[in-house]
């Protein structure tokens, strides 16, 4: 096992941490405002991938993504290289599989954003886009990181979409968490211990972290004043 | 120039129709659930129950502009600061994005009292530091119509009194169109060059504030609101002498008066106390010579006596007991004494 691993796991949660900062947002935003069937809808899709067991996820991604689709030749005609078992597949893999843990917590942090607050902005002469970075993302910035650091480390533990989509190729689209079932299946011990170690670590760290960054009382608490 | 507002509301299909001049102070009148808040929503651009067929501001249609295209700005009751900001932040907000005067900061800091708070943040403000700040927030915001809805409930007299002030000096100075609502009557007088009353969501009365006299808030004590003239001070008393309807009456010496303006006397009932004579000895200096105008006797131990001063109305509670001994009558005439006078200039 090469540092390659470790970089291209780091690579791929960055990647989809920033992309899913990007998308997530506005989905999380328009989910917060009321309630339809539409809303309903898309809030089952967002949250399947908690449910969906990941190989299920990826054997249709694996599909979708496979050159005879439309997807397929579209990304072969603007890229010059196919999708599947590529890096730019696994991103996409893991920005439809950690996409939950991005929306939901600032889903809920939007909801409890008085609407008076929001409405008094509105009157001070505030567009929509300005009320969204004066008042939404500031008082929701710890919402924001928590998201951040849950997607992030959500993706550094993935497996299962990994395994189907991203063929395992050492130093392209081979992570840790395949890494170590790789060590275990050549019943490198010494190895899987150091990965296996090393991703709980992490992985404690971060929850750690954040606990103590939204310690369970004062969480938003003075967004509900 | 001026704003003009027509609405229905669906909820209880009354239909609400408002012509307000520009630069005036429309001081809006009402117990809780008339729609005062529903009207001030429907005019900044905020969701109400109104639909609103008509607004224009100097003839300008501002139905289909957001809020903050609107150059209208509303103070909702509840302060509504933004908590992630301090005062301060929270003062320049609109100013920024609405072209205010920066230099009018110190000002309204001043104005309003709040120098002291300025770096606070809003968590660990009062009821009532929060209202002034909001207050100054809307201010600094430069509108040309500024919407406060009940912007001084959480103050004391005395703080409301001089914040009133300020505003309407503010507001004069500027030229800004004011639409205040409160359910307080010296508030009201202070202010208001035009005054609406509401009701269910109808205009009950809209005229200047004599439409106030006596107007009943089945939410406060009862009282009655005369308009009275100034005739003279008495230095070694330290008394003012007012006129009303043809009547002296001495009140604790006014000061720093607008003489331009007319006075309005606010009279709780139940500092009114009825005598078949002119009582001869009695500290109370105020006596009025009356007729009864209608005896309307309470559920409780009370009635309450509508008096007819010249086209004035006071309003007299007394006990059902009082009304039988005294066998007072319609058309009677009795005499006022008068406890407690609260001027509002």
Redesign the interface.
């Known amino acids: 096992m090469t540092l390659d691993v470790l970089t291209i796991t780091l690579k791929l949660a960055s990647v989809t941490t920033l992309i899913l900062l990007l998308l997530s947002p506005p989905i999380a935003w328009w989910l917060s405002r009321g309630h339809s069937w539409s809303r309903s809808i898309v809030e089952a899709i967002v949250a399947l991938p908690l449910v969906l067991p990941p190989t299920v996820l990826g054997f249709y991604l694996l599909i979708f993504f496979a050159p005879n689709t439309a997807l397929g030749q579209f990304w072969q005609a603007l890229t010059g290289s196919p999708l599947s078992f590529s890096f730019s597949a696994l991103v996409i893999g893991s920005v439809i599989y950690s996409i939950p843990f991005v929306v939901q917590p600032l889903q809920s942090a939007f909801q409890q954003i ?1 609407i ?2 929001l ?9 929509s886009i ?1 009320r969204f970075f ?2 939404v993302v ?2 929701c ?1 710890r919402s924001f990181i928590t998201a951040g650091c849950l997607g992030f480390a959500h993706t550094v533990g993935e497996f299962g979409v990994v395994l189907m989509i991203g063929g395992n190729i050492p130093g392209e689209t081979q992570v840790l968490s395949i890494a170590l079932f790789d060590s275990v299946e050549r019943l490198n011990f010494a190895e899987a211990h150091a990965v296996a170690g090393g991703l709980l670590v992490f992985s404690l760290a971060v929850l750690i972290s954040l606990y103590r960054l939204n310690p369970a009382n004062t969480h938003s608490s ?2 509900s ?1 | 120039m001026s704003l003009v507002f027509r609405a229905r509301n669906t909820m209880v299909s009354v239909a609400v129709e408002l012509t307000l001049k520009n630069h005036t102070c429309t001081v809006i009148f009402g117990p809780s659930g008339s729609g005062k808040t529903s009207l001030l929503r429907a005019i ?3 969701q109400s129950p109104l639909a609103v067929t008509q607004l224009t501001v100097d003839e300008r249609d501002l139905r289909h502009f ?3 295209q609107r150059p ?5 009751q ?1 302060a ?5 900001f301090t005062v301060h932040q929270n003062l320049v ?2 100013l920024t ?2 072209q205010g005067n920066i230099s009018d900061v110190q000002h309204v800091v001043e104005g309003l009292g709040i120098g002291p708070l300025l770096e606070r943040m809003p ?1 660990s403000l009062s009821g009532g530091e929060a209202q002034r700040v ?1 207050l100054g ?2 201010l600094l ?1 430069n509108p040309s119509w500024l919407l406060l809805d009940e912007p001084l409930t959480n103050l004391d007299q005395n703080a409301r009194k001089q914040i009133v002030k300020f505003l309407s000096d503010w507001r004069k100075q500027r030229q800004i169109s004011v639409i205040y609502v409160t359910h307080d009557i010296p508030e009201a007088l202070a202010l208001a060059d035009h005054v609406i009353t509401l009701a269910n969501g109808r205009v009950v009365k809209s005229g200047n504030p004599d439409v106030l006299l006596g107007y009943e808030d089945p939410q406060q004590e009862l009282s009655s609101v005369l308009s009275a003239r100034l005739m003279q001070h008495h230095q070694e008393d330290k008394l003012s002498e007012l006129l009303v309807e043809g009547n002296r009456l001495l009140v604790p010496q006014i000061t720093a008066l607008d003489a331009t303006r007319p006075l309005y006397l606010q009279i709780a009932a139940k500092d009114v106390s009825l005598a078949l004579d002119r009582p001869k000895l009695s500290s109370i200096l105020n006596l009025l010579p009356c007729t009864v105008g209608a005896i309307e006797i309470g559920d409780e131990a009370s009635a309450t006596i509508t008096l007819n001063l010249g086209s004035q109305h006071l309003l007299a509670r007394i006990t059902r007991r009082s009304v039988r001994e005294l066998d007072l009558q319609v058309g009677q005439q009795v005499w006022a004494q008068v406890k407690g006078i609260s001027l509002q200039t």
């Open positions: 008085p008076g607050i409405e008094s902005a509105s009157s001070l002469g505030a567009t300005d004066s008042i500031p008082m910035k003075w967004v004043r | 900044a651009g905020l957001p809020p903050h209208v700005v509303l103070s909702a509840n509504a600061l933004f908590p992630h907000y609109g994005r609405r968590a909001a927030r809307a915001a």
